[in-house]
């Protein structure tokens, strides 16, 4: 009897184990009511903040595609053999649209001819990635700021508000990963800018609001 | 009592062995795909040390930088990583920038595939445009035979060591590309990574690294062209 019973525990143990391993989730990342709205011609809408600078994680980039070029962390700069072409490198966590951190972003502005490119890789770990790329004119942010009287190296406050590309589009949903696949449809990026400090950090808000279909 | 006691220790035995055995497990084993010629091949160095930023959310021993860069603490995403990377082609013809949001995979088991991390890169060649990148790689081999006897039972590292993580989440087992912009936008392919650890730090982990990622896009055209 007592054999029976060791034997018993033996093979408890083992199926304990390997179905622990096989069924019991490792991972589990947790998550956020998503904030999403079903829109009345179709489709589903969802808005995505980003607060500067508290959002702020790691920034570089090249003269000519931003206000003022300021490296975050101060001293990052971008090697020599990638500041030959203008570019502008961020990334930024990611709140929905109560403002509660869900996940984080970066952002890829490429001077492409006559136009800037730019590319949102936004990931919620419980969720996947979102895919957004978008084409904006790369002198529009400087002009934007030259018609409200900003000098670079200064500091300043205000209102602005700054449309990447249109107010009723800025570019295009591409899908993305897991939840996200099989997603299309377009974003705009909105700029609300509410200063710049002394050392050239914008403050303000970016909206990215998107509407999506599944194709 | 006797019996209880008797039950509890096979209990023991039974999962003590299923833990062994969970741990060579063979299936968790399985090496991702290599390059071929038709591949573009970028390599970069270790994602901790030799990244131009790299944080997490200080729930490891990694060290973040450059000094003053915020860490990942929320809640929502403080398993996760970033590391902004630099790139190079093969023939050091041409750079690209990476950035690579990293996060234990939900899929993660140990019974068959293995420990899982998904990889969200966003690759930018300056002047030619940007390509996304969705990759799952089980990192359960280097784990199992580095990292784990190096860092908690002060083994001897026996390096060097190659690893090819990726396993999806395309069908083939590689990673999936979209491109996004530029010279990329519109073309779909798939992508693939290549580890070789020269060295093991037992405070910063993988010290010396010589990482590379191919990937390979369809109506790319060939070097020939």
Known sequence: ?215 | MRYLLTLLLGFLLGASVAGVGLYFNPFTQTGGPQPDAQDSVYTYGSPVTAALAFTHGNLSRLPTSPLGIPELWEGTINHGALALLVLGSADGSTNAIASRISFPSEGTELLLRGAVLTDHWLISVPGQGSLFVSAESNWWPFLRDTLIPTWYFDRPWLGPAVYAPTIGPGADGKALVQGATGAFAGRAGTAAERYRLEAFDDRVGPGQVQAEIYWRLANEPTPAE
């Open chain 1, 1 to 215: 009897m007592l054999k029976t019973v060791f034997i018993s525990g033996v093979l408890l143990g083992l199926a304990t184990m390997i179905g622990g391993a096989g069924f019991y989730p490792l991972v589990d990342h947790p998550r956020l009511v998503s904030r999403t709205q079903v829109l009345p011609n179709g489709g589903r809408g969802e808005d995505f903040l980003i607060r500067l600078p508290v959002d702020r994680i790691v920034s570089v980039g090249t003269e000519g595609l931003s206000v003022s070029a300021v490296a975050f962390p101060g001293g990052l700069e971008l090697p020599d053999t990638l500041s030959g072409e203008p570019s502008q490198i961020d990334h930024f966590k990611v709140r929905d649209a109560d403002g509660n951190v869900i996940g984080v972003a970066a952002r890829h502005m490429l001077a492409l001819e006559d136009t800037a490119a730019v590319a949102w890789s936004i990931t919620i770990p419980s969720r996947g990635s979102l895919w957004l790329t978008g084409t904006v004119d790369p002198q529009s942010f400087g002009a934007a700021f030259s018609g409200i009287g900003y000098q670079p190296g200064e500091s300043w406050s205000g209102n602005l508000d700054l449309f990447m590309g249109t107010a009723a589009e800025s570019g295009q949903a591409r899908g993305g990963s897991a939840e996200f696949s099989g997603l299309s449809g377009t974003y705009t990026e909105r700029w609300n800018v509410t200063g710049i400090g002394d050392a050239g950090e914008l403050r303000g808000t970016i909206a990215l609001s998107t509407v999506t279909y599944l194709y």
